[in-house]
Nanobody, 115 residues
Framework: QVPLVESGGGLVQAGGSLTLSCATSGSTFSLLPIAWYRQAPGNQRELAAAITTDGTASYAHSMADRFTISRDNAKNTVYLQMNSLKPEDKAVYYC?????????WGQGTQVTVSS
């Protein structure tokens, strides 16, 4: 089992910033690739950013210039720094990983951006 717990969501004005955290327990964290997804109401879940075990980051095209994903293996945490937030960034943000061919998702954290 790989329990993932997201936090850091909330209400922010357009143009503001938020940092989301995805934390887990256990000694395998450094071996886990982690991705952030988001799902807006009525939309499919979409990939926002991902980070490999060696720290290589990748982003969805529409978020690459505003979002930064990073990991702190000592804290068993992956972060998603989101800047210049737009109303269309409103969504539930989830982190995802897989371990031994099993996929794990967190419960999500709500991000709301007011215009």
């Amino acid at each position: 089992q790989v329990p993932l717990v997201e936090s850091g969501g909330g209400l922010v004005q357009a143009g503001g910033s938020l940092t989301l955290s995805c934390a887990t327990s256990g000694s395998t964290f450094s071996l886990l690739p982690i991705a952030w997804y988001r799902q807006a109401p009525g939309n499919q879940r979409e990939l926002a950013a991902a980070i490999t075990t060696d720290g290589t980051a990748s982003y969805a095209h529409s978020m690459a210039d505003r979002f930064t994903i990073s990991r702190d293996n000592a804290k068993n945490t992956v972060y998603l720094q989101m800047n210049s937030l737009k109303p269309e960034d409103k969504a539930v943000y989830y982190c995802r990983t897989y371990w031994r061919l099993v996929e794990y998702w967190g419960q999500g954290t709500q991000v709301t951006v007011s215009s």
